[in-house]
């Protein structure tokens, strides 16, 4: 859904709102004084998404090693029926499920925020080392301080830590170019290099315990853990749609986003500080699946409006492809499980030559 799907809410002229027809494409909400305008394609994207992630979820929770029948299902999210069913419903798929939608999204979301700080489609928290600097301090605490509370915080610092290095490394903080681009990747190398050398240098029950974290994985993933990145999912989404305004102007160049009244250097932080919590919070459940970043916002604008920013739409679309990589990854070599992270990268990578292709298909053509 569009950030500009939902235009301020505005007081109607008494005997005057009905007279007003809404712009094309928007419909008029009105109740009593007050009226709002609702554009149509974003509303109707936001919903198929929406119905799409509660298909995937109920075949989530349907699927796997034991599977059940929808029917089974239902009754079991309402509490009732075989003892087994609630047992793998509520113990083991159901927290998967709300991890692999909490992280989705925020991965999503973040990536569409940076994208649009970057003005490069290319400009995901995992592409400009975002993601590997929380992965190298969340591994750094499993293999040096070994406390089941430090990852989420220590993710949260990685991540500030790389995004403050590659925005000073791109000439004080200038996010457009590949400039910008190439820093963060050289960030993300020295942090991955870091990982791994951290993972050398211990016993191999202590790797093993902190390779989740290397590739991705929705996995026995802490409660707490969850917890927060719910709580930080939750002030972050309506701090995003609140700055959603300023986020469709600044795609414009910079005299055009001051003159519409857009303070820059402010807005930009102000993102860039949100995009860098979300990604770490999001990285300190699941670790370092970059590539929803990039594919949830690219499935969001193909099916919305160019008019705006689609961050709910990004969002739900995240949500979406991680729903359906850990399914996927739970059934393509059952009993083996493969981790999410391999999964969106084999998908990812293809994605990502065909953004860097298709413009050349383009002017060729």
Known sequence: MSDTSLAPVRRAMPGHAACVSPPPGRWRLSTGRYSLLVERRALVVGLLLLAALVAASLAYLALGSERLALGGVVRALAGEGDPIALFLIHELRLPRLAAAWLTGAAFALAGCLMQTLARNRLATPGIIGIDNGATAFAVASVVGLGVSLAPPAMALAGGATAAAITFGLASGGDTRGYRFIVAGIGIGAVFGAVTQLLLARVDIDTANAAYPWTVGSLNARSGNAVAVLATGFAAGLPLALVLARSLTLMRFSDAVSRGLGVRLKRRRWQVLTLSVLITALAVAVAGPVGMVGLIGPEIARSLSSPRGVPL??????????????????????????????????????????????????????
Do not use: F, H, N
């Open 312 to 365: 709910l739409a990004s969002a739900l679309a995240g949500a979406l492809v991680m729903v359906l990589a850990d399914l996927a990854g739970r059934l393509l070599l059952a009993p083996i499980e493969l981790p999410v992270g391999l999964v969106t990268a084999v998908v990812g990578g293809p994605w990502l030559l065909w953004i860097l292709i298709r413009p050349a298909c383009r002017s060729a053509s």
